[in-house]
């Protein structure tokens, strides 16, 4: 089991190491820290500066490269996405989700909470 984490983890961040420049990949990093909005149901997503997430009521670990957000459950499935910042930072737009979320392909829109 535990050697099955450390693959996981290993294939994660050589997902993410692969993808994006370091610069880019640290400026999102910084940006996604704090509370977000969802502006369709005022619920919201608190990312935190130690690599967890409350997303929408259930807690998760996270990793950012670029414009990639991984998501890592408890149970250790890892569900990436892309991630759009627009309205200099204050709108996250997160799309490309898998078949098994039940949210538009069209993405989740999240304004940044003051």
Known sequence: ???????LCCVILVFLGSNICFAQSSNNEQRII???VDVSDDTTAVFNSNGTVNWF???????????????????????VYDITFSNNG???IIHNFNSVDSQSSNGIFLTRKS
């Not at 259930?58 to 957000?69: D, E, I």
Request: aromatic fraction near 8%.
């Open 90 to 92: 204050r709108t996250l």
């Open 57 to 79: 009521g259930t807690n998760l670990k996270y990793g950012v490269a670029g414009n990639r957000l991984a998501l890592i459950t408890s149970g250790g499935r890892t569900i």
């Open 34 to 36: 704090g509370t977000w």
């Open 1 to 7: 089991m535990k050697s099955k984490y450390v693959i």
